[in-house]
């Protein structure tokens, strides 16, 4: 039986002061809870989170930490909408069956994810 890989996730978080912080895991809601407690990444330990905006499945680390870096060259407000899209997203990624991924690694356009549920 072989092992099953994880995807990985690219979320965003708004911070309490309103910035917004990106970053990659394996399991988001663990990975928000270490933010949430101070022990995450040193951004969130100074400007702790409000809330988990959105979050986008990954094949690999490497396509999430290459669609990370991309995001991270948006504007809040490109990013609030690529968020927006994402969760809007939510209920048609159930009804079809296409690739997992939510922003293509090659251009800074989101694309519509359709994550397994």
Not at 4 to 33: F, K, M
Not at 36 to 48: C, D, E, L, Q, V
Not at 82 to 93: F, G, P, Q, T, V
Request: hydrophobic content about 35%; some cysteine; charged content about 25%.
């Amino acid at each position: 039986m072989s092992k099953v890989r994880p995807s990985w996730y690219v979320y965003l978080i708004e911070c309490r002061d309103g910035s917004l912080y990106t970053g990659i895991a394996v399991d988001v809601a663990r990975r928000y809870a270490k933010h949430a407690a101070g022990t995450g990444a040193r951004y969130t330990r100074s400007h702790p989170p409000l809330r988990l905006l959105g979050q986008c499945a990954y094949p690999d680390r490497s396509e999430a930490s290459i669609a990370e870096y991309r995001i991270k060259q948006l504007s809040p407000a490109q990013k609030r909408g690529l968020c927006a899209s994402w969760n809007a997203d939510d209920d048609i990624h159930a009804l079809r069956d296409q690739d997992n991924a939510c922003f293509s690694p090659g251009s800074i356009s989101p694309r519509p994810a359709f994550a397994a549920k």
